[in-house]
């Protein structure tokens, strides 16, 4: 388990204010359209809008969408109870759209989580670390058809509850919390199941997706090196 500023922005909110009405959805499969994702958001409540967003030139699916609610009560209900809901076979991430650009730009107290038992879901992934503080996203990166990678990310509110997990698993004392999520994500022994050139070929395009149209490409670069750095001491 290890640090990582780069990874992205997914998952379940733990506060019970309402920032807005609007949700991201991410993790879709390509044929995933407007419709699927309606029909099962709409038990929720009332839904103004929902958009996949598209390629420009080929009009492809970019694997994510926008549901727009009527109020955020119903926005809320969504987030708690249909994230991880499996589309078309595969679980979709779920987190508040962040209308802030100060927030959007935020990489900070993300970890990277690897040797994750292959029955670990997003729900799990979430339940543990959410020990250690408020979680505004998390992942557990997943094949078309649902099947687990046994890695995945999570992201803290805080960069000091980030630090709290990172301490607790280095703690030997501290580290039975973790069982649930697989005795090699336990074991230091283990041998990763990612390589570091696997690492930087998933974690290098989000992040640039995520910063390039924010920052000039020299400095998501060397930002991007700054975490990785960081990312590959703290590996277990």
Same mark, same amino acid.
């Given at each position: ?14 506060? /019970?204010?309402?920032?807005? *009405?609007?949700?991201?959805? @991410?993790?879709? !499969?390509?044929? %995933? ?20 967003? !598209? ?16 109020? #955020? ?9 249909? +994230? ?16 802030? #650009?100060?927030?959007?730009? !935020?990489?900070? @107290?993300? %970890? ?6 292959? /029955? ?9 670390? *959410?020990?250690? @503080? ?17 890695? @995945?990310? %999570? ?25 649930? $999520? ?31 149209? !924010?920052?000039?490409? $020299?400095?998501?670069?060397? +930002?991007? *090196? $700054?975490? $990785?750095?960081? *990312? ?5």
């Amino acid at each position: 388990m290890s640090a990582d500023q780069s990874a992205p922005a997914t998952t379940p909110a733990t506060s /019970t204010s309402y920032p807005n *009405s609007s949700l991201y959805v @991410g993790d879709l !499969r390509s044929d %995933v359209g407007e419709s699927d994702i309606y029909d099962a958001f709409k038990e929720c409540g009332n839904i103004l809008s929902v958009r996949v967003c !598209r390629d420009v030139k080929d009009q492809r699916s970019l694997g994510y969408a926008y549901v727009n609610y009527q109020n #955020p009560e119903n926005a809320q209900k969504a987030l708690d109870t249909l +994230n991880g809901k499996p589309l078309k076979g595969k679980p979709c991430r779920i987190m508040w759209s962040c209308r802030d #650009p100060s927030q959007r730009k !935020r990489n900070e @107290g993300n %970890v990277f989580v690897k040797n994750l038992d292959k /029955t670990v879901t997003l729900i799990q992934l979430n339940d543990v670390f *959410s020990h250690f @503080g408020a979680i505004s996203s998390c992942k557990v990166q997943t094949k078309d058809d649902g099947t687990s990678l046994c890695y @995945g990310f %999570v992201q803290f509110s805080k960069v000091e509850d980030c630090n709290k997990a990172l301490e607790a698993y280095n703690n030997e004392k501290e580290k039975e919390q973790f069982k649930s $999520l697989g005795e090699k994500f336990v074991s230091r022994s283990s041998s990763p199941n990612i390589s570091v050139p696997t690492m930087l070929m998933i974690l290098l395009p989000m992040y640039m997706s995520r910063t390039l149209a !924010r920052s000039s490409p $020299l400095k998501t670069l060397k +930002n991007f *090196s $700054l975490n $990785l750095v960081r *990312s590959l001491l703290l590996l277990s």
